[in-house]
Structures are given as structure tokens and as C-alpha cells.
């Protein structure tokens, strides 16, 4: 099997890393909407009147998260199928380094300090393994699975 050109690996690796990213948005969205659900419903069975917050606009920490995600899935994919064990265990490793690139060098503060602390950091690796396993996924469906061997 011919090994695909570098361009074609960096806009590949782009496009998995952004729908990567979308996938995560809408599992947050719809695991958000059910906890309002059951709030509401809740609510309405002790007889309280539940009047929903107003949404705020969207805050510019989406356009990072996808821009770090297809920046560095277009580099992940380019090296995935050049060089052995980069693409190992399915993807889950490049999350976990995702986290450690998002979460604790560009990031830091997201994760306060407190009594969930550890709870949000393994929360957080757990849904970067997670964003791997889905770009790994997304790779080898569109592009075949195409690792050094």
C-alpha cells in the first residue's frame, strides 16, 4: 500500500481533529440538556416553579478547542503513518497527550483547585482518551488504517 502524500495526511488529520472535537460537543450538549431535564423535572415534582438561566453567547474557548484539535491531529496523522507506534493503542495515548497539551500548558486554570480537583482531571484524560479513540476511529474509517508496520 502506497504511503499517502503529507498534504493529504495534514488536511485528513485536520478535518478528523475538528469532527473529533464536534462529536465531543454534542456528547457534552446532550449529557448538559439531560441534567437540566432532570432538574426540571425535579422541580416540577416538589411543586417548585423552574424558571431556566438564560444562556450567555458562546465563549472563544470553542474556537481554541478546535483549532488546537486539527493543528495537532493534522501533525498526529502526519506522523502516524510514518513513524512506528505513533498511532498506538488506538489513538488513547495522543488523547491523554491532548490533555496534557490542553489542560495543563495552555489551559491550566480550567481545572480549579478544590475537592473536585481530581475528580475534573480524571474526567478530563478519560474524555481526551476518548477525543484519541474517536480521531483514531475517523482515520481509519476515511483513510483506511494505514500505520507503519
Given at each position: 500500500m502506497s504511503r499517502p502524500s503529507v498534504a493529504a495526511d495534514l488536511i485528513?488529520?485536520?478535518?478528523?481533529?475538528?469532527?473529533?472535537?464536534?462529536?465531543?460537543?454534542?456528547?457534552?450538549?446532550?449529557?448538559?440538556?439531560?441534567?437540566?431535564?432532570?432538574?426540571?423535572?425535579?422541580?416540577?415534582?416538589?411543586?417548585?416553579?423552574y424558571v431556566p438561566l438564560q444562556t450567555v453567547g458562546r465563549s472563544p474557548?470553542?474556537?481554541l478547542d478546535y483549532?488546537?484539535?486539527?493543528?495537532?491531529?493534522?501533525?498526529?496523522?502526519?506522523?502516524?503513518?510514518?513513524?512506528?507506534?505513533?498511532?498506538?493503542?488506538?489513538?488513547?495515548p495522543f488523547g491523554a497527550a491532548m490533555f496534557v497539551l490542553?489542560?495543563?500548558?495552555?489551559?491550566?486554570d480550567k481545572h480549579r483547585l478544590g475537592a473536585n480537583a481530581p475528580h475534573a482531571h480524571a474526567t478530563g484524560l478519560l474524555t481526551h482518551a476518548g477525543f484519541g479513540l474517536i480521531v483514531d476511529t475517523l482515520l481509519?474509517?476515511?483513510?483506511g488504517i494505514d500505520l507503519v508496520e
Open positions: 485528513w488529520g485536520a478535518i478528523a481533529g475538528a469532527a473529533a472535537v464536534w462529536t465531543m460537543d454534542k456528547i457534552a450538549y446532550l449529557i448538559a440538556n439531560e441534567e437540566r431535564r432532570v432538574h426540571v423535572a425535579q422541580a416540577r415534582d416538589a411543586g417548585v416553579r474557548a470553542p474556537r483549532s488546537v484539535a486539527a493543528i495537532a491531529t493534522a501533525v498526529f496523522t502526519a506522523l502516524r503513518s510514518r513513524l512506528p507506534y505513533v498511532g498506538a493503542a488506538r489513538g488513547i490542553e489542560d495543563e500548558v495552555l489551559n491550566p481509519r474509517a476515511v483513510r
